[in-house]
């Protein structure tokens, strides 16, 4: 029997990966370590049209680590308002357009309250197929730290 509850126990410092964990795998307790959790990457699909605002501080989108927009219907453009930075600190948002984007059909990625995307509160602009980017948040802003297109 453990000597403390889960929530009577101090809060970990930043982990490097060879810490024991407790697992339990198949009804059985097992010890593993945090280099052994495999990422898993799971893609929020995310339907996109002409005129649409979405706030990606929504709390459905609190785990969307990658964001895969499809666009429908006319073109025009739509907006993705970033979520706080200050609340998403250490996390990093990947988006991608599927083929169904082209010069007319534009997603803009926009920070808000006072947020910026690489130092300014200007939006950041899809509208390629197949387009990609990852952003990462210090705590303070949005960086974009990868590109693709």
Do not use: C, H
């Amino acid at each position: 029997m453990a000597d403390k509850k889960i929530t009577q126990l101090n809060n970990a410092t930043a982990l490097v990966g060879t810490e024991i964990l407790v697992a339990v795998q198949n009804g059985e307790t097992k010890q593993t370590t945090v280099n052994k959790i495999k990422n898993t990457l799971v893609p929020y699909n995310l339907t996109v049209e002409a005129g649409q605002t979405i706030n990606l501080s929504s709390s459905i989108f609190d785990q969307a680590m990658l964001i895969k927009l499809t666009w429908s219907g006319a073109s025009g453009n739509m907006t993705l308002n970033l979520p706080s930075a200050s609340d998403n600190t250490n996390r990093a948002i990947r988006f991608i357009s599927n083929g169904g984007f082209n010069t007319n059909t534009r997603v803009y990625l926009t920070p808000i309250g006072g947020d910026t995307l690489d130092g300014t509160t200007n939006y950041y602009q899809i509208n390629k197929t197949y387009e990609g980017i990852k952003i990462w948040s210090d705590g303070s802003e949005w960086f974009i730290i990868q590109k693709k297109a």
